[in-house]
């Protein structure tokens, strides 16, 4: 069973920074794509960022110029680098693969708050 696993999250106040990372219990390479989402309560959940296994990132329009997703495939781990977060960035935010297989998985979340 895959798994993948994010850390980073936390508070930070409003124009700081904070970088999540999404470990995976298999080679990155065996991953065609994967994603940050994030999901305010009440809301669906949402695309922040994507990366292939060829390197080719998409972002949402909310977190152009701001979020850098990135991967290190020697660590097996994606990385969400963010920066000058505003109130509205305040949710959790979820790690998602797609196997080479078809499956796709889901991280279990972590919280990011930034107080204002």
């Known amino acids: 069973q895959v798994q993948l696993v994010e850390s980073g999250g936390g508070l930070v106040q409003a124009g700081g920074s904070l970088r999540l990372s999404c470990a995976t219990s298999?080679?990155?390479?065996?991953?065609?794509?994967m994603r940050w989402y994030r999901q305010a309560p009440g809301k669906q959940r949402e695309l922040v960022a994507g990366i292939t296994s060829g390197g080719s990132t998409n972002y949402a329009d909310s977190v152009k110029g701001r979020f850098t997703i990135s991967k290190d495939n020697g660590k097996n781990t994606v990385y969400l680098q963010m920066s000058g977060l505003k109130p509205e960035d305040t949710v959790v935010y979820y790690c998602?693969?797609?196997?080479?297989?078809?499956?796709?998985?889901w991280g279990q979340g972590t919280q990011v708050t930034v107080s204002s």
């Open positions: 298999e080679s990155i390479s065996r991953f065609f794509t």
């Open positions: 998602y693969a797609v196997h080479y297989t078809s499956s796709y998985y």
